[in-house]
């Protein structure tokens, strides 16, 4: 008799299958999406197989109609058009009503629907659904196995199967013998049954039957079939197993042989097979099993069989418990982990006494959370170790000699991940198959060993669960990727130039990428790695791939113990709490005021030089404050609000994986790790990408779970940036922010950062003539439009659809300079050609990308345009021929600064910092000092202060020039000794501000 735990089981299982498979037949004849065929493939699936060792025959036959018709739309040979979807929507109706009232299903009447399913399999018209069969006569219980006999499946050579669907098969089979093989050895072992081990027996065989009649392979199905009915047999009068054990291993062993040689499908040997069996237990050729033949000989024997059963049932130290509870228990260990942190975090304002029931309290929550997650924990063998026939089985597909190792299959994991691991993990181990491992003779001639090894390892680090595997085959081609992937369009060869061999490699779980040279159905179809990639990360994982041509692959695979409570690390970002897991984090870094340890900017990018690694930068908090993904404007405003300030404040920044990429996030403050339990996002905010999930912390507070790779997307994160080696900042070279820019179809131009306040991308046709000038609005104003060739001698702007326009700081004017395309955003080392291109309204000239670029002095080019915006005072040249030191470590506002002194006829000599300026000062006399704040090497306090504390430098004029205007520093630099202090840099006002301090000095 079934027990009736298990029938409700199925009907709750059932019921949850079909609760969203009429809205996916619904979309699936809008779009016939794989994803949804293969989820209604595998409910109709699930539900067959059950109620076939159930006994529920009506549900059974039904679901296994609807089956084979899902199968037929999978494959493609069907297409599910309107009759089709109506015929399988009136069937999920159908397993509704039978489920909802299941003791009566097999009363209910389904021939109508059989038929017309069966008539759309066949290509027929489909029969109306009220045709009704014909009761099927009703036929003895003893006498089916008989009956039977000549109702064999039709058979179907395994060549015309699928192979990708036959190797399932093949696999799936596997598992059910082995299970077999091990419940009747339990039988024969203690010389007794158990009804869970019974029942499981008849499960394995029922679904073996199912799988072996659908795919056309009747011989198995047969014997299949025939097995389940001694069992059935067994059921009816236990005893019974102990004539049977030996024939059930007979029946094992002979569907082991058919598995052992699938091509050779042989009814008559089946039906042979089977014959012999029924008479060795019957003693006749009617089948009718001579019940004498069970009877015990003595009542010794039936004592002893009693004895060992009832010492079975005193020693089983498991029950069975509903999964609904466990997870409730698990549910429950989450609040009390967060009621725990909360003591701890009020831990210092408590007495002593109240001290250590918190320690106790802490100590006994931790052993309930671990014990109770051991109850959903699950060894990694229930997957691993069904590999070994897997690769037995695809040795002869493809001809190999390929041999497994297994390390760790007793590390355990949650088993909602074990079960979403399966597929993912058989998918890597084919392709080491496949595409791995080469054949033995390939190996013979590469100075191998002809038997190529694949092995899996999991262990535990770091609070996570690693999965290696490695093969010793033939690696990846890089030559045949890059080819591929220039032909898919996925990448061009300029950027496959700067890529490393990682980034290339990884290029293999891009959807739709495959470098099979033809479709087999091993692999070859550019599904599968992409899928892969999805699966791990949809776990909070990561996968990441290493290859040596000629040598090997190796895929690590990195996953949390579970996935309710997670250990993560706590930040803060303006006034919120925010958690990243800790599966994500790989390291925290400190940035700051070192140049080796400074934020810079390449190709679009803010980047930090982590060792040998170029990481791309992401700030947490312009994230947050950006609600739509960020376009290259953003990132543009962004790029310039920090150019200045980015390295004048300690900060830390963590080292973020993202699937098998990486980055740096810059976050305000750590507060510290904490053990979060995951609460899903609302529905309404799930479509925030950038985050995974809320939790509650110890102090009460909210903190939502960040996701890496959402962030990743959301901030369009430039994982390929390249830096060449002589750009990088240290501490011998001075890297200048810079715009690199085209104006007309030649030339190339750049800004400093430092004097742009801002870049606005506008359509041509919002731009609007008023007289000879042009503005465009935007802000609430009209920003008058300057073009670089009214003013300087270069080619006219290129017409485009979208332009860029340039808005300048300390120009309080709204204006600004058009220009056609961004190229880029560099921190490099610039040293400024002022002779061999000396224009009016250029600063001068140098090489970026092997390219002359012009450095136009924005200031002046603004004079020339609109005179009347600045005061056309005579000149007098009243300090002509006065000596000015000039000290500027970038190259561009040494330049600029030098060039305004010229025009009021000063001599100007430059330093680069200030201990270039005190060998300066030691060669020459000099009647003014102008000087940065901020400059490597020394910079502007300390070097005024070495000048004040000289005999002839106590009363020479110092002005100090900085970008930062804040009282703190301003009063700082006249601490230190300077006169002035001025903004850079408005052009008028310095030299206002330096006639008037050489006045005040000079009279």
């Given at each position: 008799?079934?027990?009736?735990?298990?029938?409700?089981?199925?009907?709750?299982?059932?019921?949850?299958?079909l609760?969203?498979?009429?809205?996916f037949?619904?979309?699936?004849?809008?779009?016939?999406?794989?994803?949804?065929?293969?989820?209604?493939?595998?409910?109709?699936?699930?539900?067959?197989?059950?109620?076939?060792?159930?006994?529920?025959?009506?549900?059974?036959?039904?679901?296994?109609?609807?089956e084979?018709i899902?199968?037929?739309?999978?494959?493609?040979s069907?297409?599910p058009?309107a009759?089709?979807?109506?015929?399988l929507?009136?069937g999920?109706?159908?397993?509704?009503?039978?489920?909802?009232?299941?003791?009566?299903?097999?009363?209910?009447?389904?021939?109508g629907?059989?038929?017309?399913?069966t008539?759309?399999l066949?290509?027929?018209k489909?029969?109306?659904?009220?045709?009704?069969?014909?009761?099927e006569?009703?036929?003895?219980e003893?006498?089916?196995?008989?009956?039977?006999?000549?109702?064999?499946?039709?058979e179907?050579?395994?060549m015309?199967v699928?192979?990708?669907?036959?190797?399932?098969?093949?696999?799936?089979?596997?598992?059910?013998?082995?299970?077999?093989?091990?419940?009747?050895?339990?039988?024969?072992?203690?010389?007794?049954?158990?009804?869970?081990?019974?029942?499981?027996?008849?499960?394995?065989?029922?679904?073996?039957?199912?799988?072996a009649e659908?795919?056309?392979?009747?011989?198995?199905?047969?014997?299949a079939?025939?097995?389940?009915?001694l069992?059935?047999e067994?059921?009816?009068?236990?005893?019974?197993?102990?004539?049977?054990?030996?024939?059930?291993?007979m029946?094992?062993?002979?569907?082991?042989?058919?598995?052992?040689?699938?091509?050779?499908?042989?009814q008559?040997?089946?039906?042979?097979?089977?014959?012999?069996?029924?008479?060795?237990?019957s003693?006749?050729?009617q089948?009718?099993?001579?019940?004498?033949?069970?009877?015990?000989?003595?009542?010794?024997t039936?004592?002893?069989n009693?004895?060992?059963?009832?010492s079975?049932?005193?020693?089983?130290?498991?029950?069975?418990?509903?999964?609904?509870?466990?997870?409730?228990?698990?549910?429950?260990?989450?609040?009390?982990?967060l009621?725990?942190?909360?003591?701890?975090?009020?831990?210092?304002?408590?007495?002593?006494?109240?001290?250590?029931?918190?320690?106790?309290?802490?100590?006994?929550?931790?052993?309930?959370?671990?014990?109770?997650?051991?109850?959903?924990?699950?060894?990694?063998?229930?997957?691993?170790?069904?590999?070994?026939?897997?690769?037995?089985?695809?040795?002869?597909k493809l001809?190999?000699?390929?041999?497994?190792?297994?390390t760790?299959?007793?590390v355990?994991?949650d088993?909602t991940?074990i079960?979403?691991l399966?597929?993912?993990?058989t998918?890597?181990?084919?392709?080491?198959?496949?595409?791995?491992?080469?054949?033995?003779?390939?190996r013979?001639?590469?100075?191998?060993?002809?038997?190529?090894?694949?092995?899996?390892?999991?262990?535990?680090?770091?609070?996570?669960?690693?999965?290696?595997?490695?093969?010793?085959?033939?690696?990846?081609?890089?030559?045949k990727?890059?080819?591929?992937?220039i032909?898919?369009?996925?990448?061009n060869?300029?950027?496959?130039a700067?890529?490393?061999?990682?980034?290339?490699?990884?290029?293999?779980?891009?959807?739709?990428?495959s470098?099979?040279?033809?479709?087999?159905?091993?692999?070859?179809?550019?599904v599968?790695?992409?899928?892969v990639?999805?699966?791990?990360?949809?776990l909070?994982?990561?996968?990441?791939?290493?290859s040596?041509?000629?040598?090997?692959?190796?895929?690590?695979?990195?996953?949390?113990?579970t996935l309710?409570?997670i250990?993560s690390?706590?930040?803060?970002?303006?006034?919120?709490?925010?958690?990243?897991?800790?599966?994500?984090?790989?390291?925290?870094?400190?940035?700051?005021?070192?140049?080796?340890?400074r934020?810079?900017?390449?190709?679009?990018?803010?980047?930090?030089?982590?060792?040998?690694?170029?990481?791309?930068v992401?700030?947490l908090?312009e994230?947050?404050?950006?609600?739509?993904?960020?376009?290259?404007?953003?990132?543009?405003?962004?790029?310039?609000k920090y150019?200045?300030?980015?390295?004048?404040?300690?900060?830390?920044?963590?080292?973020?994986?993202?699937?098998?990429?990486?980055?740096?996030?810059?976050?305000?403050?750590?507060?510290?790790?904490?053990?979060?339990?995951?609460?899903?996002?609302?529905?309404a905010?799930k479509?925030?990408?950038?985050?995974?999930?809320?939790t509650?912390?110890?102090d009460?507070?909210?903190?939502?779970?960040?996701?890496?790779?959402?962030?990743?997307?959301?901030?369009?994160?430039?994982?390929?940036v390249?830096?060449?080696?002589?750009e990088?900042?240290n501490?011998?070279?001075?890297?200048?922010?810079?715009l690199i820019?085209?104006?007309?179809?030649?030339?190339q131009?750049?800004?400093?950062?430092?004097?742009?306040?801002?870049?606005?991308?506008?359509?041509?046709?919002?731009?609007?003539?008023?007289?000879?000038?042009?503005?465009?609005?935007?802000?609430?104003?009209?920003?008058?439009?300057?073009r670089?060739?009214?003013?300087?001698?270069?080619?006219?702007?290129?017409?485009?659809?979208?332009?860029?326009?340039?808005?300048?700081?300390?120009?309080?004017?709204?204006?600004?300079?058009?220009?056609?395309?961004l190229?880029?955003?560099?921190?490099?080392?610039?040293?400024?050609?002022?002779v061999?291109?000396?224009?009016?309204g250029?600063?001068?000239t140098?090489?970026?990308n092997?390219?002359?670029t012009?450095?136009?002095?924005?200031?002046?080019?603004?004079?020339?345009?609109?005179?009347?915006?600045?005061?056309?005072?005579?000149?007098?040249?009243?300090?002509?021929?006065?000596?000015?030191?000039?000290?500027?470590?970038?190259?561009?506002?040494r330049?600029?600064?030098?060039?305004?002194?010229?025009?009021?006829?000063?001599?100007?000599?430059?330093?680069?910092?200030?201990?270039d300026?005190?060998?300066?000062?030691?060669?020459?006399?000099?009647?003014?000092?102008?000087?940065?704040?901020?400059?490597?090497v020394?910079?502007?306090?300390g070097?005024?202060?070495?000048?004040?504390?000289?005999?002839?430098?106590?009363?020479?004029?110092?002005?100090?020039?900085?970008?930062?205007?804040?009282?703190?520093?301003?009063?700082?630099?006249?601490?230190?000794?300077?006169?002035?202090?001025?903004?850079?840099?408005?052009?008028?006002?310095?030299?206002q501000?330096?006639?008037?301090?050489?006045?005040e000095?000079?009279?």
């Amino acid at each position: 008799m079934i027990d009736s735990d298990m029938i409700s089981d199925f009907v709750e299982e059932s019921r949850e299958l079909l609760d969203s498979t009429e809205e996916f037949f619904l979309e699936l004849e809008k779009n016939p999406d794989a994803e949804k065929i293969n989820t209604l493939f595998r409910a109709v699936h699930t539900i067959k197989g059950t109620s076939g060792f159930l006994g529920l025959e009506n549900i059974g036959k039904l679901s296994h109609t609807m089956e084979n018709i899902m199968a037929k739309i999978r494959d493609g040979s069907m297409k599910p058009d309107a009759i089709i979807i109506d015929a399988l929507l009136q069937g999920n109706d159908l397993l509704k009503d039978m489920i909802r009232n299941v003791s009566e299903s097999d009363q209910k009447d389904i021939s109508g629907i059989v038929r017309i399913m069966t008539d759309i399999l066949e290509n027929k018209k489909p029969a109306s659904s009220s045709t009704q069969e014909k009761p099927e006569k009703k036929i003895p219980e003893e006498n089916k196995t008989l009956q039977r006999d000549n109702q064999f499946p039709k058979e179907q050579s395994s060549m015309d199967v699928p192979e990708e669907l036959l190797d399932e098969f093949i696999f799936e089979a596997g598992k059910y013998l082995t299970n077999l093989e091990e419940i009747i050895d339990n039988w024969d072992i203690h010389n007794a049954i158990t009804q869970e081990s019974l029942l499981s027996g008849l499960h394995a065989l029922n679904a073996l039957k199912s799988s072996a009649e659908f795919i056309g392979l009747g011989h198995i199905s047969l014997i299949a079939e025939f097995g389940e009915s001694l069992l059935q047999e067994i059921n009816r009068e236990n005893s019974l197993f102990i004539a049977y054990n030996n024939y059930l291993f007979m029946i094992k062993d002979k569907m082991q042989t058919y598995l052992d040689n699938i091509n050779e499908a042989d009814q008559e040997d089946a039906r042979s097979f089977i014959q012999i069996i029924r008479e060795a237990i019957s003693g006749d050729s009617q089948g009718n099993i001579k019940k004498n033949e069970h009877k015990v000989a003595s009542g010794d024997t039936v004592n002893k069989n009693e004895n060992a059963l009832k010492s079975e049932m005193e020693i089983n130290d498991s029950i069975r418990i509903h999964l609904s509870i466990v997870d409730r228990l698990m549910r429950l260990a989450g609040e009390l982990v967060l009621i725990r942190n909360q003591q701890l975090i009020s831990f210092q304002n408590i007495n002593s006494g109240s001290r250590e029931i918190v320690q106790r309290l802490d100590g006994v929550t931790s052993e309930i959370q671990e014990t109770i997650m051991k109850t959903r924990l699950q060894p990694i063998g229930n997957i691993v170790n069904k590999f070994p026939r897997f690769i037995r089985e695809l040795n002869k597909k493809l001809e190999k000699k390929i041999e497994m190792e297994i390390t760790g299959a007793e590390v355990e994991l949650d088993r909602t991940i074990i079960e979403s691991l399966a597929a993912p993990l058989t998918h890597l181990i084919r392709n080491s198959a496949d595409h791995g491992i080469e054949l033995p003779q390939e190996r013979i001639r590469a100075g191998k060993r002809e038997t190529g090894l694949i092995s899996i390892f999991a262990y535990h680090e770091g609070g996570l669960i690693h999965i290696k595997i490695t093969d010793d085959g033939r690696g990846m081609n890089l030559q045949k990727i890059k080819q591929k992937a220039i032909e898919s369009g996925i990448v061009n060869e300029n950027e496959l130039a700067v890529w490393s061999e990682n980034e290339i490699i990884n290029l293999v779980m891009r959807p739709g990428f495959s470098t099979a040279e033809k479709v087999s159905d091993v692999s070859g179809r550019g599904v599968g790695m992409d899928v892969v990639k999805s699966s791990i990360e949809r776990l909070n994982g990561s996968i990441e791939i290493k290859s040596m041509e000629n040598v090997g692959s190796e895929i690590l695979i990195k996953l949390p113990l579970t996935l309710a409570i997670i250990p993560s690390l706590i930040v803060i970002s303006g006034d919120y709490r925010y958690a990243i897991p800790q599966v994500n984090l790989e390291e925290l870094v400190t940035i700051g005021q070192n140049a080796t340890s400074r934020v810079e900017t390449t190709q679009d990018q803010e980047v930090f030089r982590l060792r040998d690694f170029l990481l791309p930068v992401v700030r947490l908090d312009e994230l947050l404050g950006s609600p739509e993904p960020m376009n290259r404007e953003t990132k543009m405003d962004i790029l310039m609000k920090y150019a200045l300030h980015r390295e004048k404040e300690t900060r830390n920044l963590a080292v973020l994986v993202a699937g098998n990429k990486k980055y740096g996030m810059i976050i305000d403050q750590v507060l510290g790790t904490e053990e979060i339990v995951v609460k899903p996002m609302h529905n309404a905010l799930k479509h925030l990408k950038v985050y995974s999930g809320a939790t509650i912390l110890g102090d009460g507070k909210i903190a939502l779970i960040l996701d890496a790779e959402g962030i990743g997307n959301h901030y369009g994160v430039n994982y390929n940036v390249k830096m060449k080696e002589k750009e990088y900042i240290n501490e011998n070279s001075i890297n200048e922010s810079v715009l690199i820019f085209r104006y007309g179809e030649k030339e190339q131009f750049g800004l400093s950062l430092h004097l742009i306040s801002r870049i606005k991308e506008i359509s041509a046709h919002d731009i609007q003539k008023v007289g000879n000038d042009e503005y465009v609005h935007f802000d609430n104003k009209s920003n008058k439009i300057i073009r670089l060739d009214s003013y300087l001698p270069i080619d006219p702007i290129v017409a485009t659809e979208y332009y860029y326009i340039i808005l300048f700081k300390h120009i309080n004017k709204p204006a600004g300079i058009i220009i056609s395309e961004l190229i880029d955003i560099r921190d490099i080392a610039i040293i400024l050609d002022e002779v061999s291109y000396k224009k009016d309204g250029v600063l001068g000239t140098s090489i970026i990308n092997d390219k002359i670029t012009i450095f136009p002095d924005i200031y002046r080019v603004m004079e020339l345009a609109e005179p009347e915006w600045f005061s056309q005072k005579e000149k007098k040249y009243l300090y002509a021929d006065k000596k000015a030191l000039v000290v500027d470590d970038s190259s561009i506002f040494r330049s600029m600064i030098s060039k305004y002194l010229r025009e009021e006829k000063f001599l100007v000599t430059t330093a680069t910092d200030g201990k270039d300026a005190l060998q300066k000062w030691k060669t020459g006399k000099f009647d003014l000092i102008i000087s940065d704040l901020e400059m490597p090497v020394m910079d502007g306090f300390g070097w005024i202060a070495e000048v004040r504390n000289l005999k002839d430098g106590k009363d020479i004029p110092a002005i100090a020039l900085s970008s930062l205007n804040k009282e703190d520093i301003i009063e700082k630099a006249k601490s230190a000794g300077f006169d002035r202090y001025e903004i850079k840099i408005e052009r008028e006002h310095f030299i206002q501000t330096v006639y008037s301090v050489m006045e005040e000095f000079y009279g």
